[in-house]
């Protein structure tokens, strides 16, 4: 029996064709696009990605989620990774509601390394910080900010990822979109 797509996969689909040709087109690098009334895709190829999502983390208003394979910082004085845990601990201390869910492998130890660390400079700021279990790998590297702005795509939380690979996301304004990727985001946690 064939198996269609899920229903994120198939609601990401939806904005990406609403898009039409202007999406494959456009000449401006990063310039937003409607996807329908009210809904905006924006393409977020290699470094573009860190930037903006350190913008909404800024200017998040009530709730960021995350959902991370990877969150790998370090003491550099330029590590964008230990860049957007001060930003999520800053918009903890400002009232936002933050979660991040991370992976715990059950067979990478240099991976449960960083994601530990990572999530006990969260947690001292006060954010919540969850494990997926590790019978499971939780590959996903998600983001939504009040309950609107939804970052989905290729992009780990790492130096590498935000400043030098090859890596291409979506910025996607679609509140009906984040419901489903928060509604998916659950299901990691049980």
């Known amino acids: 029996m064939a198996v269609g797509p899920t229903p994120l996969a198939a609601i990401l689909l939806v904005c990406l064709l609403a898009a039409g040709p202007a999406f494959a087109s456009r000449t401006q690098p990063n310039a937003p696009v409607?996807?329908?009334?009210?809904?905006?895709?924006?393409?977020?190829?290699?470094?573009?990605?860190?930037?903006?999502?350190?913008?909404?983390?800024?200017?998040?208003?009530q709730r960021i989620d995350l959902a991370m394979f990877l969150f790998k910082t370090s003491p550099a004085s330029d590590n964008q990774p230990?860049?957007?845990?001060?930003?999520?601990?800053?918009?903890?201390?400002?009232?936002?509601?933050?979660?991040?869910?991370?992976?715990?492998?059950?067979?990478?130890?240099?991976?449960?390394?960083?994601?530990?660390?990572?999530?006990?400079?969260?947690?001292?700021?006060?954010?919540?910080?969850?494990?997926?279990?590790?019978?499971?790998?939780?590959?996903?590297?998600?983001?939504?900010?009040?309950?609107?702005y939804c970052l989905v795509g290729s992009h780990n939380l790492t130096q590498s990822a935000l400043r030098y690979n090859h890596e291409f996301s979506l910025l996607l304004d679609n509140p009906p979109l984040a419901e489903e990727i928060l509604a998916y985001m659950e299901t990691v946690l049980h």
């Open 82 to 148: 230990a860049r957007l845990v001060r930003d999520l601990v800053a918009a903890r201390q400002r009232g936002v509601k933050v979660r991040v869910i991370l992976e715990y492998s059950s067979h990478d130890e240099a991976l449960n390394r960083a994601n530990q660390e990572t999530a006990q400079a969260l947690r001292k700021g006060g954010v919540a910080v969850f494990f997926d279990s590790p019978g499971r790998t939780t590959h996903a590297k998600l983001a939504v900010i009040d309950r609107r």
């Open 34 to 61: 409607p996807a329908k009334p009210g809904a905006v895709v924006r393409a977020l190829a290699d470094a573009a990605y860190g930037d903006t999502l350190a913008a909404l983390i800024t200017n998040a208003a």
